[in-house]
């Protein structure tokens, strides 16, 4: 099997955790002079490792490796939130780096923007030619309001054609990346091999009562939209254990109610309310409960009850081969301190997989913690998950 | 029985009307000019029925009659919310000025800033006796932040001792006022006997969970307090008609999660829920009801929830025998289209309560408008209140 060189790979994650640091953490902002400087060091990295790097118009950064053969891509991102953790994507690109100078026949990629300080997965989505020029020229920071092309003419990247992923290059692509949840930890387990990344469905629950005083309305008169608000969810907590698959999630995140005076009968409220999960069948089935109980509370209720979908992302499943290798390594090398399970978070792979096999393996994260610079991951945790990425990619390769 | 002059009630009325005059309604904050107007012109509509009027330090205006005898007092408020209605308050003030214009034994009061301009009640307690110097240094305007004493002097009132009303020289106390509701229009009845004027007991609800992000934590890890909060509501829901009085009204008008964002599982949610009886048994009982729910939801739920009282006022029951007057006299006028009733809102009169017999009459709302310039009430309605008024006091007096 193909040696990794541990200490070297440590060693590169320390080295680019110098660049933007942040008490422990690391400051590397989307098209910063920190963020493009980790960029530029990458490249040099992949050319140290045999690979041919190049920067693309929105940053990308890929390495590619001469000669003929099945490859993998092998990646992740490096710019970060603000004030965030030093493994975040890092890790997953600088895992590619080990994977090429083992010798095995992989390319690296770091994609732009995961962070979305610009977009939402403007670099991955590019790549693989979901993003026209026209969503470039309406992109703005998300905080500041600045223009993304302005942004890119001050990072020295105005002019510079946008690349394209060649699926028909590569068998797979692997990302490696920490768990940023606390199931792993809480399990006492070391590993993660990812089912799939979940599909994420959002909708806008709108009730509509009457605005009036507190004192001088019956119970008999009112419509209180709190009280219809209530009844959406209690049934929702009654009913979605009924129709939903064994990791998923739903949560009402966003709920505001108008006017929100202690006097008065709320005349509205408005929920967000969001379900995950990485079968496309179950996010079906939850979505047709949701509507059916807002039938029914508008049908028992006083208050009007509307529900309309927001959006929802389709739901990526690891591919089969590539998944079974990576949990036959991780059989080897974890002790049984693994576990297979699904990711809760969305990252570049889920687009990716829309054009070529995909599979991610999780790492722990201490306490849960991300986009926080006090993430962390144990080393010998570290370690463990490129023996086990490694293993899984001669393996994947050789099948 | 005394005779009332009913076209120059409803002339007196439409006169109050043009000062601060907005659209169909009336602006007079407390202690603005169009206030202080309106307040002299009461004094001189108090000399012309033979009172002997004067106005304290608080801009509280009363006219005294001369002589001896029982004597009642009945009024209200003449200062009004922003942009509001032509009759909340008025209403009641000039109905005195009518009495005492029949020859009924009545003198008559306008209390100020009932409308919360700079306190809560600031006039009828200080006429009782309830608010020291301390309270007033310290008040200000609610929106505004000036100071109340700074408001006083600019009104001329600086230097002004404050009135008492002397308990022993009245039989009790009437107010006549808009009902600031629909029961009356919505069961086809003309004016309503008040039975009390409810006590409201206000409560903050807090749930303490854990913020975690949507998508990396599983159902079994969450500590929701979104759906700690809805637990509380739906117990409530279910139980609080259980403990309630007929008439009881119970409301979260206020409901507040943290962060507050689609993508974040709320780690707080606080509520503030009231509820309003006229019976101190059955405010105490819900009381109870509300804490043994909190309890049960933080012994069972994974979000520890806390309850506190923040302010209790206490229920005001109308004196058996003025009631008695009012209902006797509603049944000679107003020809089966009355009803008793509790005032879901707290007036003065409530504050009056604690130091003599009380009762107060209430006249129709026009779609239950009040605090809009457009709040209105029939004319027949309001004639017909001035007569079971001026009958149930001359009733009340010879009693």
Chains 1, 2 share one sequence.
């Not at 991610?360 to 463990?384: A, C, K, N």
Request: glycine content about 10%; charged content about 25%; overall charge negative.
């Amino acid at each position: 099997m193909a040696e990794i060189d541990t200490a070297r790979f440590l060693a590169d994650l320390h080295d680019l955790r110098k660049i933007g640091e942040f008490k422990t953490g690391v400051h590397r902002p989307t098209y910063t002079p920190q963020d493009m400087e980790s960029r530029r060091w990458l490249m040099a990295r992949m050319a140290e490792v045999g690979l041919e790097p190049s920067m693309d118009g929105l940053g990308n950064v890929i390495g590619l490796r001469k000669g003929e053969g099945p490859r993998l891509l092998v990646g992740s991102h490096i710019e970060t939130q603000n004030e965030a953790g030093w493994l975040d994507g890092a890790l997953g690109v600088v895992a590619g780096l080990a994977l090429a100078r083992a010798g095995l026949p992989v390319e690296v990629v770091a994609f732009a923007d995961e962070e979305a300080h610009f977009g939402s997965f403007l670099g991955s989505r590019s790549l693989i030619g979901a993003v026209d020029e026209a969503e470039l020229d309406a992109a703005k920071h998300v905080q500041t309001g600045q223009p993304l092309r302005d942004a890119l003419r001050e990072a020295g990247l105005e002019g510079i054609a946008r690349a394209r992923l060649d699926p028909a290059r590569y068998k797979g692509f692997f990302e490696l990346h920490i768990e940023q949840g606390t199931q792993l930890e809480n399990a006492g387990l070391r590993s993660g091999v990812v089912s799939g990344i979940v599909g994420v469905s959002i909708w806008r629950i709108v009730c509509v009562g009457k605005q009036d005083h507190t004192g001088g309305t019956t119970m008999a008169e009112r419509q209180d939209a709190t009280v219809a608000a209530m009844r959406v969810l209690s049934l929702i907590d009654g009913r979605f254990p009924m129709v939903a698959g064994e990791r998923s999630v739903w949560t009402c995140g966003r709920l505001a109610i108008e006017p929100n005076s202690p006097h008065v009968i709320p005349g509205r409220a408005e929920m967000i309310f969001q379900f995950r999960d990485v079968d496309e069948t179950v996010l079906d089935r939850m979505g047709e409960c949701l509507k059916a109980i807002v039938r029914e509370v508008d049908r028992r209720d006083r208050c009007a009850v509307m529900v309309e979908q927001i959006s929802r992302s389709a739901a990526a499943i690891s591919a089969p081969a590539m998944r079974g290798a990576l949990e036959k390594a991780a059989a080897k090398h974890a002790n049984g301190q693994w576990q297979s399970m699904p990711s809760g978070a969305i990252h570049d792979a889920q687009h990716v997989a829309r054009i070529m096999p995909m599979a991610m393996l999780f790492t722990p994260s201490i306490g849960g913690v991300s986009h926080h610079w006090s993430e962390d991951t144990r080393e010998e945790d570290l370690v463990l998950a490129i023996r086990i990425l490694a293993d899984a990619a001669e393996d994947y390769l050789s099948s």
